[in-house]
């Protein structure tokens, strides 16, 4: 037997709730004090003086410093165009604009930007040109979106990549109706540089758009760091010539995408679900790398910070309505070379991240599952696949026959 210490169960427990009662009042008394230290403190909101601003550094690095510009244009308290009074004193480096017509060079990143002439040849090119969002259509479709599509698949492609087109159009991108839904799909394309030394492919290029009216093509160079063009550039065109599709599915042109069973999940969607949709293959917690030698690389003098959780950029899904609120925030973002990171900034701007799907595959599935049939028919997506590994999974998904559970 023990000890006389020991209570009585039925005593401990009285005691324990005694002992909640007591905190419990504790911590409501101490909220209402600070309740109404709050309410009887000033009313004003305190608005920082021209002295604030004098100590208030600008960034060190390009984009960044580019952003706080942007941040101030854009925020009805500082901007006298949104507010209707100027409540505070400009920073002086508001004016510091570069040239006028935003497609023009902009040479003061020769000067602003310390380390501007080693810096690998692909960034100077972007800095150059990072404020230039405007490039002449050469092949619009300005029709495609008549009949309401329920979801569009936007494919960001490359001119010499006709067979993976049309392994695409053969399988999961053929337009029309899937599982009682209208599918449209359109392909993302820039246009090549004399510089660059590609053959002329422009004669083909037209002869496929007239023949699948599904080409959409822009006169920028088409190259790795301008994909965060080819985004906005999808995105203005979107607000403008497709709004009313309900669901968009944007991916490369090396990706497998199961459209049944997407199709399938959006339908099971409600409409609060459906409203600030956006999922795929979440990354968080990442942030700018410093090698020179990665194909991410990027330069301390461009960006510093971490970057906010991005899906990547291999495929991702979302609702129509976010696509022309994303066109909206994209304009207060600066251009950052990396299409996907880029996505994720606008997002956040929009005070949204994206949702983990771990049906979106983009880093590819275990090598001994890649040939079995049914492991796609859960999948939504998968990268990256040859336009041939495409056309033999196809029917994997579509063939009721294969029997699988
Ligand atoms: C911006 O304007 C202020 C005053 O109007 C001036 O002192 C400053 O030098 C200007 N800055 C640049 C970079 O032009
Ligand atoms: C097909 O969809 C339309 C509306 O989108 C609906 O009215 C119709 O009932 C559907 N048909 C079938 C067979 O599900
Ligand atoms: C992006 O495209 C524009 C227009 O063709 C070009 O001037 C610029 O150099 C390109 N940027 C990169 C990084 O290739
Ligand atoms: C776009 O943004 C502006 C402010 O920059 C806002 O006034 C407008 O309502 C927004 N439009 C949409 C469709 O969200």
New binding site residues.
Partial sequence: MQRGGSMPVARRKARLVCVMVMLNICIFILMGVTWKLVKSGPQKVRIPSKRFWRRQIRSESFWNKEQQRLDVIYNPIFNPALSGESLIMHPDWLNDTGPLNLCDSDYRVLTQISDYNSLPQ??Q??L??MR?RT?PMLINQPHVCNEKPFLLLAVKSLIPHFDRRQAIRETWGRAGVLANRTVVTVFLL??T?PVDHFPDLLGMLDHEAKLHNDVLQW????????LT?KEVLFLEWFSKHCPQARYVLKGDDDVFVNTLRVVDLLEGLSDREAKDLFIGDVISNAGPHRDRNLKYYIPVSVFVGQYPPYAGGGGYLLSGDLVTRLYNASQQVVLF?IDDVYTGMCLRKLGLAPTKHTGFKTFDIVKKYRSSPCIYRSLLLVHSRTPQEILEIWPWIVRPELGCQ
């Fill in positions: 692909r960034f090119d972007f150059l040109h230039c490039y820039g246009n540089l006169d920028y160079r088409d190259s790795f760091f301008n063009l070379p």
